[in-house]
């Protein structure tokens, strides 16, 4: 699964053709999280509270561009929120 953000110990990955809805993956050393691009929440997973927040507000950032690898599977690397 492509790497397209790294930022404060969370890295964001997304996979192309991977099954609907449109999401990505949030990882926080043992802590996952798998997030719609579409709503920005998150769909499952066990983030702790802050690198949620995290993930939500550097997804806010990025949600068109993420929708646009998803469906133009096309990858590229995005900011990391600063």
């Known amino acids: 699964m492509p ?3 790294r ?6 990955k997304l996979f192309f053709g991977d099954h609907p809805p449109p999401h990505f ?5 043992e802590h996952v999280g798998l997030f719609s691009i579409d709503t920005l929440e998150m769909i499952e997973g066990d983030l702790p509270s ?13 949600k068109g561009e993420m ?9 590229h ?4 929120l600063e």
């Open 7 to 12: 930022f404060y110990g969370i890295v964001i």
């Open 25 to 29: 993956h949030a990882v926080y050393g």
């Open 3 to 5: 790497e397209i953000a």
């Open 67 to 75: 929708k646009k690898m998803w469906d133009a599977q096309e990858f």
């Open 50 to 62: 802050r690198a949620k927040k995290l993930v939500i507000e550097w997804a806010t950032l990025n």
């Open 77 to 80: 690397k995005l900011p990391p």
